[in-house]
Each structure stands twice: as structure tokens, then as C-alpha cells.
């Protein structure tokens, strides 16, 4: 067996090559966990960027060293994607907290509490594995009986999305239904959906940024549940295409 010593040079030399080209730093930089919207020149020091980085640096270590520290955006899709996929949860319904995961230290941090007098409608997060127009993974709402427990990863069946854009660009919203959820196990398509629910959802996001400065949300209609197929597909082929990008030049 390597020395202690030993196995840490390794992954440190391991996880050195893995940046090395990109100009990232492995350790450090303040940015959280979803901050690839803004300066689309710099691709090296996103979430997926971090992600890919991470992913390299444990090919490179030798096998009996290898260990997969969990990562939410690399999260495999599964099988039956688009008709169900896994959704990481980052705030529960009821809730006006807003957390994130933070790529940099591998843990939910709160972002903010949401300055208007309202909460989350349903469960929220994103899909695993998806990169939309805002350069974030594709943000989700997910209903549910009982409030989900932020940080954990549940299958969900979507069903519809709205079209929406914020400050930093397309901001699609899936609506979807918990696939443990004898609750909900009726609602399959988007006719099965109440009207008041998207209302709401669609009240919901028009003004949840209304009092914070510098931001600000455009609500759009609603799609049905095969063009909701359409954007998963959609948003994780360019995920796939940016990850592909990122390692050749790592």
C-alpha cells in the first residue's frame, strides 16, 4: 500500500494535470455554485468547468486511489430520461431560503432569502447533467405531498415548463411530479395539470425578484409535456457538447 504521503502527492498531481492549460486554481475562488452566466469568454472557472476538472483529476489517479466525491451536476441522467429524471433539490417547498450547492467546497450554502413576501410553490432544483441558455443546469419544480429535504435527490416525472428570461439569460422552468408519490401518480401529461397550479407557479416567478436590485424575471407560457421531452434532450446535449469542450482543453 502507498504512504499516506504518497497518496497525497499523487492526488495533487493528479488533480494538477486536470487543470493544467485552464489557468483554474483546484482550491479557491469565491464564486458558488452556479456562476457561468456572466463572462462567456472564461469558461475555466465554471461550475461545469470545476466539475469536468474534478471528474479528469480521478481518471488520473491510479485504481485502489480512486474514490467519487459526490457531485450534483454530474449526477448520472438514467435511462428513462426524458420521461424521468433525477432532481437535486436545493430549497423546499413553503421556503423563502434560497440555497445552492457550492462547487468549491462540496456543500449546500445559503445564496439568499428572497427578499418579496413569498416561497417556493413546490420543491425546487435542477437536472443533473443539463446546461441551459443562462449557462445553469435546467431549474426545476418538482410536486410533491410532504417538503423534500434540500441536498437529497429524488426521481420525478416532468410534465410541462414554462419559458421565462432573467437577467442572465434564457431561464426555462420544468414543472414535474414526484415519481414516488402515489399522490401523484395520476398526473402523467400536461392536461392532468390544474390551471391554478400553473398560475401560480407562473405568479410565483414574476415576482420573486421584484424588490432585489439588478435582477429581474420575464414569465412566457407554458409548454406541454413532449416539448418539455424536447428541452431536456436539448439541454443535455449541450451539456454533454461544453463537457466535451472542457476536457479537450484541460
Given at each position: 500500500n502507498l504512504a499516506d504521503n504518497d497518496i497525497a502527492a499523487a492526488t495533487a498531481e493528479g488533480m494538477a494535470s486536470a487543470a493544467a492549460g485552464t489557468g483554474m486554481s483546484v482550491v479557491g475562488g469565491d464564486d458558488g455554485a452556479k456562476d457561468s452566466g456572466g463572462d462567456k469568454g472564461s469558461r475555466e472557472d465554471t461550475w461545469l468547468a470545476k466539475s469536468v476538472a474534478r471528474k479528469l483529476s480521478i481518471d488520473a489517479l491510479p485504481a485502489k486511489m480512486r474514490t467519487t466525491p459526490f457531485d450534483p451536476?454530474?449526477?448520472?441522467?438514467?435511462?428513462?430520461?426524458?420521461?424521468?429524471?433525477?432532481?437535486?433539490i436545493e430549497v423546499s417547498a413553503g421556503s423563502r431560503n434560497k440555497y445552492e450547492w457550492d462547487q468549491e467546497y462540496g456543500v449546500m450554502m445559503l445564496d439568499r432569502v428572497l427578499h418579496s413576501a413569498v416561497h417556493y410553490p413546490n420543491d425546487y432544483g435542477f437536472i443533473p447533467q443539463t446546461l441551459c441558455g443562462d449557462g445553469d443546469p435546467l431549474d426545476i419544480l418538482v410536486m410533491g405531498t410532504q417538503p423534500l429535504a434540500v441536498g437529497c435527490i429524488v426521481k420525478a416525472r416532468p410534465i410541462a415548463y414554462m419559458v421565462m428570461e432573467d437577467e442572465k439569460g434564457m431561464d426555462e422552468k420544468v414543472l414535474a411530479v414526484l415519481s414516488n408519490d402515489a399522490n401523484?401518480?395520476?398526473?402523467?401529461?400536461?392536461?392532468?395539470?390544474?390551471?391554478?397550479?400553473?398560475?401560480?407557479?407562473?405568479?410565483?416567478?414574476?415576482?420573486?425578484?421584484?424588490?432585489?436590485?439588478?435582477?429581474?424575471?420575464?414569465?412566457?407560457?407554458?409548454?406541454?409535456?413532449?416539448?418539455?421531452?424536447?428541452?431536456?434532450?436539448?439541454?443535455?446535449?449541450?451539456?454533454?457538447?461544453?463537457?466535451?469542450?472542457?476536457?479537450?482543453?484541460?
Open positions: 451536476f454530474m449526477f448520472p441522467l438514467g435511462a428513462k430520461a426524458p420521461r424521468e429524471v433525477p432532481v437535486f401523484f401518480a395520476h398526473v402523467e401529461k400536461f392536461e392532468d395539470l390544474a390551471k391554478h397550479k400553473l398560475a401560480e407557479v407562473s405568479n410565483f416567478f414574476e415576482t420573486y425578484k421584484q424588490l432585489e436590485k439588478d435582477k429581474w424575471a420575464k414569465v412566457g407560457g407554458w409548454k406541454n409535456t413532449d416539448e418539455t421531452y424536447e428541452l431536456i434532450k436539448k439541454t443535455h446535449e449541450n451539456f454533454i457538447e461544453q463537457e466535451k469542450l472542457l476536457e479537450e482543453t484541460m
